[in-house]
Nanobody, 121 residues
Framework: VQLQASGGGLVQAGGSLRLSCAAS????????MGWFRQRPGKEREFVAA???????QYADSVKGRFTISKDNAKNTVYLQMNSLKPEDTAVYYC????????????????WGQGTQVTVSS
């Protein structure tokens, strides 16, 4: 199983980016998928999750600005990030929870390699 994250880059505050995470090796249409981030000098933190039935969950810090979506046909999860702030600067990771983890998942089993997002002020 491989998760390939892409779409990161450098953007000015107030701008937008869309991250993508393409899964290969197996189909994840019945799995919850999520995004996490690790800001400089801090531990990895939850950002957003999308359940197999379409439910979504967001960290308070990104509610109203970020949107997670999933394209089962493409085995891909997206994170649309709007109104970006310098404090959103981080390496963003996608992850997949095995079936049976429940909603929202407390454990994720597969992780991508991360994509850097840098927001300048």
């Amino acid at each position: 199983v491989q998760l390939q994250a892409s779409g990161g880059g450098l953007v000015q505050a107030g701008g937008s980016l869309r991250l993508s995470c393409a899964a290969s090796g197996r189909t994840f249409s019945n799995n919850s998928m999520g995004w996490f981030r690790q800001r400089p000098g801090k531990e990895r933190e939850f950002v957003a999750a999308r359940g197999r039935l379409g439910g979504s969950q967001y960290a308070d810090s990104v509610k109203g600005r970020f949107t997670i979506s999933k394209d089962n046909a493409k085995n891909t999860v997206y994170l649309q990030m709007n109104s970006l702030k310098p404090e959103d600067t981080a390496v963003y990771y996608c992850a997949v929870a095995s079936r049976g983890r429940g909603w929202p998942p407390t454990t994720y089993d597969y992780w991508g390699q991360g994509t850097q997002v840098t927001v300048s002020s």
